[in-house]
């Protein structure tokens, strides 16, 4: 898978409470993004980041920020989890050589419930 | 209207048999083209990639990009099972923009 990993894979949270996902990869890459899926929707954009402390909105960033204090790691904040924020969250990265116009690497997704 | 337009299906298939994907875009600035694959349960993975207009090819799968109508097809020949999935189309106007993404079809091919 690239070298991605997202944690925790599952968790359950009660509305009302901060959660935060971890992104983890180990290839040395610039651009990271965080996506939402669900169905009816398709994935959407949260937030991405170009660098170390570098980030910008996506489509569908509030309720949520993002931090990244180094290349390997992009943490997703929900501040006060609502139920709407019920997804599978995706971390990618952009790939290098003929794939480094595109996200081309995604991790396996943190299926989110938020009761 | 949506930037990128695409049809969830379903669409059930025979095994063997050509599989024609498509999506439809707004933004004629828009100039590279991408298809995922995406397992149940799994995370997307690229299967090709399309820098402006013209066909890719890979195996049994095909690519084709005609920006003049605003229009992008995945092809698959000789359909297998393991090609059930969920295709999402996605593309960007240039190399620092974010992907945006299709809502996907899911595809089965039976056996």
């Known amino acids: 898978d690239a070298g991605i990993t997202q944690s925790p894979r599952h968790k359950v949270t009660e509305t009302g409470t901060p959660v935060t996902l971890r992104c983890h990869q180990t290839e040395n890459h610039r651009y990271m993004y965080w996506y939402r899926q669900d169905p009816g929707h398709g994935l959407r954009l949260i937030h991405y980041s170009y660098g170390v402390k570098d980030t910008d909105k996506g489509e569908v960033s509030d309720g949520y920020s993002v931090s990244r204090s180094k290349t390997e790691d992009f943490l997703l904040t929900l501040e006060s989890a609502t139920s709407s924020q019920t997804s599978v969250y995706f971390c990618?990265?952009?790939?290098?050589?003929?794939?480094?116009?595109?996200?081309?690497?995604f991790g396996q997704g943190t299926r989110l419930t938020v009761v | 209207q949506k930037e990128v337009e695409q049809d969830p299906g379903p669409l059930s298939v025979p095994e063997g048999a050509i599989v024609s994907l498509n999506c439809t875009y707004s933004n004629s600035a828009f100039q590279y083209f991408m298809w995922y694959r995406q397992y149940s349960r799994k995370g997307p993975e690229l299967l090709m990639y399309t820098y402006s207009s013209g066909n890719k090819e890979d195996g049994r799968f095909t690519a084709q990009v005609d920006k003049s109508s605003k229009y992008i097809s995945l092809f698959i020949r000789d359909s297998q099972p393991s090609d059930s999935a969920t295709y999402l189309c996605a593309m960007k106007d240039s190399g620092n923009t974010p992907l945006v993404f299709g809502k996907g079809t899911r595809l089965s091919v039976i056996a």
């Open positions: 990618a990265i952009r790939g290098t050589g003929t794939d480094m116009n595109t996200e081309a690497f």
